[in-house]
């Protein structure tokens, strides 16, 4: 089987063998590779982080999608997502079986149709760089649909620490994700090649699949500007687990951050610890409303006193008498709670009900939500003590132009809080944590990362993880920050990069669902009882 490299310029590039021609793989070879394809990428996330599987990954699951017809491609891309998707995804088990069994269903469903187009533009000449667009498109797509999208298990989250993290300062994660497969896809290009020897051909294609991590290296970082802030960091852990963390009361969640920046403040004065300029919370530090309610007023001022500088307390609050938010407030020690940002993000079936007269009248679960939430309409950026934070509340750090609008409205440095207690010891919080070192070289930012169960984590702006917790454990420390200002190209330019390489992706899709058209209509205009096409004679040609 030739490659479509291997055909001279001047020629039409040959159509790849399909089942059942000679030369083809059987199905079940096919399936076997694609799934392998997908459990490789897979390893490359966290906990794991074997991040040179991904383009390994990405390699047999083109090889298996390479000359096949595009019904036969779609099942296998559905196949080879759901072998990625199913482990990637396992932390939404402790929310039901069936839960996690419907999101892999639907999420697999993106890939289908990214085979599908792959299958397509994989005739064409240079088709690694297609199939690469194709697989920005397919994971832009995720992250915007149903019910305002899922963007989680992007490639370029297994890439938190590791040489293709660079280019996130260039354009951002979808140029991760680009970089990855791009290697993947030159690799799978090699393996569907006919002829087995070494030869130049094979030597450029490996040299490309090689510069692409090593370029990631050489993306220059922006410097340090002189300035920082100490910033304590409160992990109060919760009582109960899974979809029962809170317990049979919520108050002890507040308590046991109240105690544990009460602990802070002794080592403080003990000098056992620094004292900090600001002190950061998890999301849902308080499930109970403080606004309404005067203990947990009392219990938030009381420990915000006790520590003596500005507090970013999670909490959860009530909107009119049918709605809640899930809100970022400052809370100082003099004034009390003063700014706030309401997250913009919110958790689909966790903290709203899509479809809700429907949901709730077949699932009885979704009634835990209970009170809709209401997002939030401004950029997290908020003043605390000397500096300007980027408040993004856990599930938004998935989302490029959530954490993208803080940082362009001054937020520095970026703050990450988070309730993961429902999915404690899973691979969700270590998935999480490498989606904010991507963002802090993204945006060449320090990213704190506050969780209530864990992990909490200080991650510098070269993506290096200088603190970390474990997990169902309090805990409790300060952290001498850096404050960076200075923009990086993918927060200059957005979005932009993105919309670049799915239109290419799209054009190539087009071009090539044409070519194949036209074929087909060659093939069968003859058999059907049409016009045989004569040869046309160029002017003044015998």
């Known amino acids: 089987m030739l490659s479509d490299a291997t055909v001279p310029d001047t020629a039409e590039p040959a159509v790849p063998a399909e089942p059942g021609r000679p030369g083809g793989p059987p199905a079940w070879a096919r399936a ?261 309610n005067p203990a947990a007023y009392q219990t938030i001022d009381a420990a915000v006193k006790d520590v003596g500088v500005p507090v970013l307390v999670g909490a959860v609050v009530s909107i009119g008498d049918q709605s809640r938010a899930t809100r970022s407030v400052v809370w100082d020690p003099v004034t009390g709670p003063g700014a706030y940002y309401d997250k913009q993000k919110l958790v689909p079936f966790g903290e709203f009900t899509p479809y809700k007269e429907i949901v709730l009248a077949l699932f009885e679960r979704a009634n835990l939500v209970g009170r809709q939430s209401v997002p939030g309409s401004r950029d997290g950026d908020l003043g605390l003590g000397p500096v300007t934070v980027g408040a993004v509340s856990c599930y938004e750090v998935a989302f490029d132009q959530i954490v993208r609008g803080t940082v362009r409205a001054g937020g520095s440095p970026l703050v990450v809080q988070t309730n993961n207690a429902t999915y404690e010891l899973t691979n969700l919080p270590p998935q999480q944590l490498a989606m904010s070192q991507l963002r802090a070289v993204e945006h060449n930012r320090a990213v704190i990362a506050v969780a209530t169960t864990g992990i909490s984590a200080y991650v510098s702006p070269d993506g290096a993880v200088q603190w970390r917790t474990a997990e169902l454990v309090p805990a409790r420390t300060v952290v001498n920050v850096p404050v960076r200002t200075g923009n990086t190209l993918a927060t200059r330019v957005g979005a932009a990069p993105e919309l670049v390489l799915i239109l290419m992706g799209a054009a190539a899709t087009m071009v090539a669902a044409g070519a194949a058209w036209r074929r087909r209509e060659r093939r069968i205009g003859p058999a059907a009882g049409g016009p045989r096409q004569e040869p046309r004679h160029e002017q003044g040609q015998d």
């Open 32 to 292: 076997l590779t694609v799934i392998a394809g997908g459990v490789l990428i897979f390893l490359a996330f966290p906990p794991l982080s074997w991040w040179f599987t991904a383009p390994f990954g990405v390699a047999l699951v083109f090889a298996a999608l390479y000359g096949v017809r595009l019904r036969r491609a779609a099942w296998l891309g559905y196949l080879g997502g759901a072998a990625f998707l199913f482990p990637a995804l396992a932390w939404v088990r402790p929310i039901g079986d069936d839960a996690w069994l419907a999101l892999v269903g639907i999420e697999s469903a993106f890939w289908a149709v990214m085979a599908l187009a792959a299958a397509l533009v994989m005739r064409m000449r240079l088709w690694p760089l297609w199939v690469a667009c194709l697989w920005v498109a397919q994971e832009w797509a995720r992250g915007q649909f149903p019910v305002g999208g899922f963007p989680w298990a992007r490639v370029a989250f297994s890439q938190g620490d590791s040489p293709y993290t660079g280019h996130a300062a260039l354009a951002g994660a979808p140029l991760v994700t680009f970089t990855v497969v791009l290697s993947g896809s030159l690799l799978s290009l090699l393996l569907v090649r006919g002829r087995p020897a070494w030869d130049r051909q094979v030597a450029l294609v490996l040299a490309g699949a090689v510069a692409l991590p090593v370029l990631g290296l050489l993306v220059p970082r922006l410097g340090d500007e002189g300035r920082s802030v100490r910033v304590g960091v409160v992990q109060g852990s919760v009582p109960g687990r899974g979809l029962g963390w809170a317990g049979n009361e919520p108050a002890i969640v507040l308590r046991n951050h109240a105690e544990e920046t009460r602990r802070l403040a002794a080592d403080v004065r003990a000098g056992t610890l620094p004292k900090p300029d600001i002190v950061v919370w998890p999301e849902n530090s308080t499930d109970i409303d403080p606004y309404r």
